[in-house]
């Protein structure tokens, strides 16, 4: 079984609405991760949460929100969803390894469109 | 603040010749430095890091990558590339410490003719 999964896989929806991306983990890591990649820009950070009460914007979090329900659980909120959030979106984790940096760990993605 | 620039949004190589994929980084502090492989359809899979253990790194599927303070680079390079190596190559560097977010390149989608 896969240590970082992602639902839904992939979805569509119309304009204005409300939709909930949600990631769980089983590797018992403290940090989560939320990004989104669009062709030709890499990935771009939208939150992210240390732990279950510290959440924090990421480069682009106008429009988004996120929910940190339980160590293993985060979740990415698109409030009223609109066309040019049509993007893949990834879901990290990562926690201090021997080596002293954040190794990151990721999912298979959600392929989110907005009609 | 830290930057990464990836050289090429697209390279194409024939099967068996050299990959070379390129990536300079920006940063105040000593770098922790990643490569990430996406094959089509999957998330983003770790191939090596760099931190300051040694300044050639080996990784998965033989790759590997040299940490260059002089010239601010981490490229990385495979001798013989195979048709599997067909995937988009993400460089990214952190600056460890508390903080330790990935700032990620835009990218160089790695093309492998037979």
């Known amino acids: 079984d896969a240590d970082v999964t992602q639902t839904p896989r992939n979805r569509i929806t119309k304009t204005g609405k409300r939709i909930m991306l949600e990631c769980s983990q089983t590797k018992g890591h403290d940090r989560m991760y939320w990004y989104r990649q669009d062709p030709g820009l890499g990935l771009r950070l939208i939150y992210y949460s240390f732990d279950v009460k510290d959440i924090n914007k990421g480069e682009i979090s106008d429009g988004y929100s996120v929910s940190r329900q339980a160590q293993a659980k985060f979740s990415l909120s698109l409030e009223s969803a609109i066309p040019n959030q049509t993007a893949l979106y990834f879901c990290?984790?990562?926690?201090?390894?021997?080596?002293?940096?954040?190794?990151?760990?990721f999912g298979p993605g959600t392929r989110l469109t907005v009609t | 603040a830290q930057s990464v620039t990836q050289l090429g949004s697209h390279v194409s190589v024939s099967e068996g010749a050299l990959v070379l994929l390129r990536c300079n980084y920006s940063?105040?502090?000593?770098?922790?430095l990643f490569w990430y492989v996406q094959y089509p359809n999957q998330g983003l899979q770790l191939l090596l890091k760099?931190?300051?253990?040694?300044?050639l790194v080996k990784g998965i599927n033989g790759f590997e990558a040299e940490f260059k303070k002089s010239e601010t680079s981490f490229h990385l390079t495979k001798p013989s590339a195979h048709m599997s190596d067909a995937a988009e190559y993400f460089c990214?560097?952190?600056?460890?410490?508390?903080?330790?977010?990935?700032?990620f390149g835009k990218g160089t989608k790695l093309s492998v003719k037979p």
């Open positions: 940063s105040s502090v000593p770098p922790y």
């Open positions: 990214a560097v952190s600056n460890g410490g508390s903080q330790g977010n990935l700032i």
């Open positions: 760099y931190t300051s253990a040694a300044t």
């Open positions: 990290a984790t990562s926690d201090l390894g021997d080596s002293g940096s954040y190794e990151q760990y």
